[in-house]
């Protein structure tokens, strides 16, 4: 089911020039209305169902209706996002809640290598030997076609 804002709820990230579903949807459907300063999905029909814009919006005015099979008959699910985790709000068609927390991030920020500790060079970027071929395979070398 695409994503839905809640109007009640949804303050147009106080009226700036750009909210943050706008920011980080990547098929760009979430729009602000400039007259009533709400957001809003303009094609729901293309909606990936991400949950980008429900993770990061600040007031929870968004969601997105899970699948019968996925969430069945009222069933509920709502992401929490804080700095560096999330926690997931499922609520059951029973009415029982249950939390799951996951951190967003498993080494501190910065701390990434982007090469992994394998060495890189530029000069063969047209090759079809992966990045960290051979070395991440553990061979002495992989023959090209």
């Known amino acids: ?26 098929n760009d459907l979430m729009v602000l209305n400039k007259e009533t300063n709400k957001a809003y999905n303009r094609a729901p029909e293309m909606c990936w169902e991400c949950y980008n814009c429900v ?13 019968a099979d996925f969430m069945p008959l009222g069933g509920y699910v709502q992401p929490l996002r804080s700095t560096d985790s999330i926690m997931w709000s499922v609520r059951f068609r029973n009415g029982k809640i249950k939390h799951f927390k996951f951190p967003t991030r498993t080494t501190p920020e910065g701390s990434a290598s982007p090469d992994a500790g394998f060495n890189t060079s530029t000069d063969d970027l047209k090759s079809p030997i992966l990045r960290t071929e051979p070395e991440s395979l553990g061979t002495k070398k992989i023959e090209q076609l």
Do not use: H, L, N, W
């Open 55 to 67: 993770k990061i919006c600040p007031t929870q005015a968004i969601e997105i209706r899970g699948y």
């Open 1 to 26: 089911m695409p994503s839905f804002v809640i109007t009640e709820k949804c303050d147009g990230c106080k009226a700036q020039d750009k909210t943050a579903c706008q920011y980080i949807c990547p």
